[in-house]
């Protein structure tokens, strides 16, 4: 299983970027597919998690600014970002668990935010 992060870059406050997670040699279906993120000295964060069924969650500092979404056909996911603040900038990965309760992570995309 290959799971490969896109889309991360250097973007001014205010600004917007589209992370994308492409998976791939999954033998089972994908059930949940989240973004988490984690900054230098902080712990890993859950972003947003898109179910199979399409239900979205988002942590409370991303709420009204990122939306996740996902392609079943690609077994790819999204996470589009807007109004980004210097708080938003750390280390994207994507992550992807299946029916049978496997958990898959990608290696993670850089997101820079500044003036």
């Known amino acids: 299983v290959q799971l490969q992060a896109s889309g991360g870059g250097s973007v001014q406050p205010g600004g917007s970027l589209r992370l994308s997670c492409k998976a791939s040699?999954?033998?089972?279906?994908?059930?949940?597919m989240d973004w988490y993120r984690q900054a230098p000295g902080n712990d890993r964060e859950l972003v947003a998690r898109?179910?199979?069924?399409?239900?979205?969650d988002y942590a409370d500092s991303v709420k009204g600014r990122f939306t996740i979404s996902r392609d079943n056909v690609k077994n790819t996911v999204y996470l589009q970002m807007n109004s980004l603040k210097a708080e938003d900038a750390a280390i994207y990965f994507c992550?992807?668990?299946?029916?049978?309760?496997?958990?898959?992570w990608g290696r993670g995309t850089l997101v820079t935010v500044s003036s």
């Open positions: 992550a992807v668990r299946n029916w049978r309760g496997s958990d898959y």
């Open positions: 040699g999954m033998r089972s279906s994908i059930n949940t």
């Open positions: 898109i179910t199979s069924g399409g239900s979205t």
